[in-house]
């Protein structure tokens, strides 16, 4: 069987979930509360056989892992004329996100504003650069990660993957 590397990524995050879960589960069948002299009740889902699921999950999600990682080196996407692996492309939108943030911030400052008073003297603070060409840039940044985003979310759902995933769901 095989899904494709969108389904993979969400499967990932399904089996991260379930991984959870259970060790919520095994924290809650490992002890009992009970009177002097009870006998304590055995739980429905027992140590074991949280421990041998959690072990099944743990394969699962390494196993998936490697093939997400394999499938985002040996495939890769074209932009602005590049071509490039889809784990550099991924790398490349986090990148033009931080520094369209970073321009924008720079866009939002005043070009020339009073910082204040010694004495009779007032002083002003006045930017270095061009305020609005920081604000054009950060949204033309803004557009490319968009672009470059839309381009690796169209790939992921070309590559396909081996993976069986029919226990999920």
């Known amino acids: 069987m095989?899904?494709?590397l969108a389904e993979s990524v969400k499967l990932k995050s399904i089996i991260t979930?379930?991984?959870?879960?259970?060790?919520i589960a095994v924290h809650?069948?490992?002890?009992?509360?009970?009177?002097?002299?009870?006998?304590?009740?055995?739980p429905a889902l027992t140590l074991d056989k949280l421990e041998a699921d959690l072990?099944?999950?743990?394969?699962?999600?390494?196993?998936?892992d490697a093939l997400i990682y394999r499938a985002n080196i040996e495939n890769t996407i074209v932009f602005n004329?590049?071509?490039?692996?889809?784990v550099e492309a991924i790398e490349l939108a986090n990148?033009?996100?931080a520094e369209a943030a970073f321009c924008k911030k720079l866009g939002m400052e005043e070009k020339e504003s009073y910082y204040h008073s010694v004495g009779d003297t007032m002083l002003y603070r006045i930017a270095l650069y061009e305020p609005l060409?920081?604000?054009?840039?950060?949204?033309?940044?803004?557009?490319?990660a968009h672009r470059l985003s839309n381009a690796i979310n169209a790939k992921n759902y070309q590559v396909a993957i081996a993976f069986d995933d029919s226990k999920y769901y």
């Open 55 to 64: 072990k099944q999950l743990r394969y699962d999600s390494r196993k998936l």
């Open 81 to 86: 004329d590049e071509e490039m692996p889809i």
């Open 133 to 144: 060409d920081y604000l054009n840039r950060s949204n033309e940044l803004e557009k490319q």
């Open 28 to 42: 809650q069948v490992t002890h009992v509360v009970i009177e002097k002299g009870e006998e304590p009740k055995q």
């Open 2 to 4: 095989s899904i494709n």
């Open 95 to 97: 990148q033009l996100r």
């Open 17 to 23: 979930k379930k991984i959870q879960e259970l060790t």
